[in-house]
């Protein structure tokens, strides 16, 4: 029995040196960033909350963009960089279509119809922009290496910044907001309606993605796909087909942020797509790319940190927000590569 009991206590897993001072070096890491998050709400607890307001309705607008991103690379494994330049691109379209076409300025009923008129007419804008990028640049390089497609992707985030810059001028504008400037006042801070809307859109999608992909027909062709093209096609599933319905799920994304993006700050910009697609690929990353939740509680908290770190009393200030954001995210790579929500998976060889 005792030599029993030797061998069980010899054969039990020991947690190696390496992976406890992982976990020890991460675990400080959290521990710093809340006292630092406390710090700064004791010091003033009234800008504090409005900045967080603020992180939720940039991180929720985030997720959308974030969306688009990893619903392409889940179904074929491509970072499609021209996706933040399309959302630039709905923003414009649909700024020019309520403000200048319809003629809406104000939050009467008809402006409210016209509104989810141009919720609808973005969505199908950017949709439609994504699957003809998937048809003429996209489908033709599925065989082809890897780099292939990235650069082609790269190329196309060219092209649309530079139709953007036709059509926006190189200077930042600004549009009036139908919700953006409403809400009402909590110990002395605005809550604007427009948040309401951004969290309320998002947690729709995402139910609605998850629903598609999970429980219908089209989103088990779409895992199939995922999974094996050459498989998926032997079971009769259309590949081509089910890959332009992704890409037009993932469009759809980019123009609800577009649309919501303008009701929110109502600006337009001729790279804004650059810098808000950098800022959701990296939220992508950060969740685990390929999840939806994990995109969207990516872009939930890197909306956040940004926030934090522009509008708290001790933050570093705009300048230094890349630098925290992917210092944040190479420390969590470090530690999991395969992001928040990811499945860690080995290549059989």
């Not at 003429?136 to 990235?150: I, V």
Request: with cysteine; net charge positive.
């Amino acid at each position: 029995m005792a030599s029993t009991t030797a061998t069980a206590g010899l054969l039990k897993p020991r947690i190696r040196l390496g992976e406890a001072v992982e976990r020890g070096v991460g675990l400080t890491i959290v521990v710093a960033g809340l006292v630092w998050v406390i710090i700064n709400f004791v010091q003033d607890p009234k800008l504090c909350f409005s900045v967080l307001l603020d992180g939720l309705n940039r991180g929720a607008l985030y997720a959308l963009i974030a969306l688009g991103y990893t619903l392409v690379y889940g179904i074929i494994e491509l970072i499609n960089f021209a996706h933040g330049d399309l959302f630039m691109l709905g923003t414009i379209f649909s700024a020019n279509l309520l403000i200048n076409w319809l003629g809406v300025t104000s939050a009467t009923f008809g402006g409210i119809l016209a509104l989810i008129l141009t919720f609808v007419v973005t969505m199908v804008f950017c949709a439609a922009i994504n699957v003809s990028a998937e048809f003429f640049a996209y489908r033709r390089l599925r065989r082809a290496p890897r780099l292939a497609p990235l650069i082609t992707a790269v190329g196309l985030s060219f092209v649309f910044q530079n139709i953007g810059l036709k059509w926006n001028g190189s200077t930042q504008k600004q549009w009036p907001s139908l919700i953006g400037n409403h809400g009402f006042t909590v110990g002395g801070v605005l809550v604007r309606y427009s948040l309401f809307v951004t969290l309320s859109v998002t947690a729709l999608l995402l139910f609605g993605l998850t629903f598609i992909v999970q429980r219908t027909r089209q989103g088990k062709a779409m895992r199939a796909t995922a999974q094996d093209q050459d498989g998926a096609r032997l079971m009769g599933i259309n590949v081509d087909r089910t890959i332009s319905f992704t890409f037009a799920l993932g469009g759809a994304m980019a123009g609800t942020a577009a649309m919501l993006w303008i009701e929110t700050y109502g600006s337009t910009k001729f790279d804004l797509g650059f810098q808000l697609g950098l800022m959701a690929f990296t939220a992508a990353v950060l969740g685990g790319i390929g999840n939806l939740v994990g995109a969207v509680v990516g872009g939930v908290l890197i909306g956040l940190v940004q926030a934090f770190n522009e509008g708290f009393p001790h933050g570093a200030g705009q300048e230094w927000t890349q630098t925290v954001v992917f210092s944040i995210l190479i420390l969590l790579l470090v530690f999991r590569p395969e992001g928040l929500f990811g499945q860690r998976t080995t290549e059989k060889v």
